[in-house]
């Protein structure tokens, strides 16, 4: 189980900055991030707690596929701008 509140989840998904293409009562339709994009949501969501990939996969859910997490969290290691912990939490460096 994730060890994010349901407000920490909630907070965190409304600081996700994507282009809105149309916006109403009913429906926010917005764009998906690229892959640097996505990179650097990710990095901002581990700057502020370390979590594991289903955590960032529960705020990200509906923006982004957990394959593209991965791979994004992926790139992140291999460029050094983040590291895994001991416990499997990704943390921004």
């Known amino acids: 189980m994730a060890n994010l509140t349901q407000d920490e989840i909630e907070e965190l998904a409304r600081r996700v900055?994507?282009?809105i293409l149309h916006e109403d009562e009913e429906v926010v339709l917005m764009t998906a991030p690229n892959e640097?994009?996505?990179e650097s949501i990710i990095k901002e969501l581990i700057s502020y707690k370390p979590?594991?990939?289903?955590e960032i996969h529960i705020?990200?859910?509906g923006i982004a596929?957990?394959?593209k997490i991965r791979r994004a969290l992926n790139s992140l290691l291999d460029r050094g701008e983040a590291y895994i912990t001991?416990?499997?939490r990704y943390?921004?460096?």
Do not use: C, F, H
């Not at 979590?51 to 289903?54: A, D, E, I």
């Open 59 to 61: 705020i990200l859910s």
């Open 51 to 54: 979590m594991n990939l289903r």
């Open 65 to 67: 596929s957990e394959d």
């Open 91 to 93: 943390v921004s460096t």
């Open 17 to 19: 900055r994507l282009k």
């Open 86 to 88: 001991s416990d499997g």
């Open 36 to 38: 640097e994009q996505l």
